[in-house]
């Protein structure tokens, strides 16, 4: 039985912050930190802040800007986070409105309606509360009739949740199904860290997958491939067992940590083997991948990656990059760049879509299009 995705969408943010704005913020919050502590520093009880620059930003990352939702509060040297209003629980919550936005598009582009759609899965690394799902949310939003329910897999929860798409439409469970990855990743991001401070974006995508469809747009499934293994290298400690744990919430590990160089050195060769191994599997030459689709979190980490599979530095086109203007925003992140760059693929061609990130986790839907 085929399975397809027949539709994308995305939502973008109206607000975006340029390296420059992060970095004059940052630095006046260095400025401050340092002369309201100088004797501290000057005693050596305490170890002064470095000011950040465009340039490192650019050269350790390739992110240029990001799309927020809020970017006032973001630059305040006396906040440093997004000020989001809080919603009563009679109001759409933000992650499913931001989801609801993308899916219009997805729908649209499948050329079906909302009712046509039998459930809703909604992953993504952060998850605006416990209960009730988000995913029930956005299915009552839509007029869906079925089933919804919420994942987490990090950066890898779009393509982990394809695959959970997949097995329901070939099981016979549904026949259609929406999965959104809403991310406001701002919000769990230490502006107040010169090493992750840029790393992040809010954004939102959404997929359709289903049996069969008339859409031009349609790209068959030719098989999904996951897989995990624990690291600490990247963790985020926010959770419900804060509170009785009397744990502060203002420490640095309730927000996103990370140790950028292990993370490098692992993920790498971790991608590079799973990518090549699901290809295999699929009796698929490398040479005959027309695009890599690739999580979008750091350039030289996807152009190394590239690289190894290819044996060569990839060609423009071959490894498209959105995190120069989106930065990383987590599970939508390899999504944005596919729904981006797959308009100009013929009959036949074939393309990887692939996600990794905390966990360890790797995902990958290698699809062909009809």
């Known amino acids: 039985m085929s399975v397809v995705i027949s539709g994308t969408g995305l939502f973008t943010p109206s607000e975006y912050i340029t390296n420059e704005e992060l970095v004059h913020s940052f630095n006046d919050y260095v400025s401050k930190f340092n002369e309201d502590n100088k004797e501290l520093i000057a005693a050596g009880d305490l170890e002064a802040l470095v000011p950040s620059s465009s340039e490192f930003i650019k ?69 605006q509360r416990a209960y009730p799902a988000v995913a029930i949310e956005i299915q009552e939003e839509l007029g869906i009739n079925g089933y919804a329910y919420d994942m987490n897999v990090a950066c890898s929860s779009a393509t982990f949740a394809i695959q959970n798409a997949y097995n329901d439409i070939q099981s016979g469970v549904a026949d259609r199904v929406l999965v959104v990855n809403p991310e406001i990743c701002s919000g769990h991001l230490n502006f107040k860290d ?78 590079q083997d799973h990518i090549a191994n699901h290809l295999s599997e699929l009796k698929i030459d490398i040479n005959k991948v027309k695009r890599l689709w690739l999580h979008q979190a750091n350039l030289n980490m996807n152009q190394l990656i590239a690289k190894r599979l290819l044996g060569r530095d990839p060609e423009e086109g071959e490894m498209p990059i959105i995190l120069d203007n989106y930065a990383n925003t987590s599970s939508a992140g390899s999504i944005i760049a596919f729904h981006q760059h797959k308009n100009d693929f013929s009959k036949n061609q074939v393309g990887v879509i692939s996600s990794f990130g905390a966990g360890y986790s790797v995902g990958s839907v290698i699809i062909k299009k009809i």
Not at 209 to 237: C, V
């Open 59 to 127: 050269k350790a990352s390739g992110i240029e800007k990001r799309f927020v939702q809020d970017k006032k509060g973001i630059l305040d040297i006396n906040r440093m986070r997004p000020k989001l209003d809080e919603r009563s629980n009679s109001q759409i919550s933000i992650l499913a409105e931001m989801a609801i936005k993308a899916s219009k598009e997805a729908i649209s582009q499948a050329e079906i309606d909302a009712s046509d759609l039998d459930a809703v899965i909604c992953g993504c690394s952060n998850l």
């Open 194 to 271: 010169r090493d992750a401070h840029f790393i992040f974006g809010d954004a939102c995508t959404a997929i359709i997958l289903e049996r069969d469809s008339h859409s031009e747009q349609a790209f068959k499934i030719l098989g999904t491939k996951l897989q995990t293994k624990f690291s600490n290298n990247i963790r985020n400690n926010f959770g419900f067992l804060n509170a009785p744990e009397d744990s502060d919430p203002d420490s640095p590990d309730k927000l996103f940590i990370q140790k950028g160089r292990s993370v490098f050195k692992e993920v790498v060769p971790m991608v």
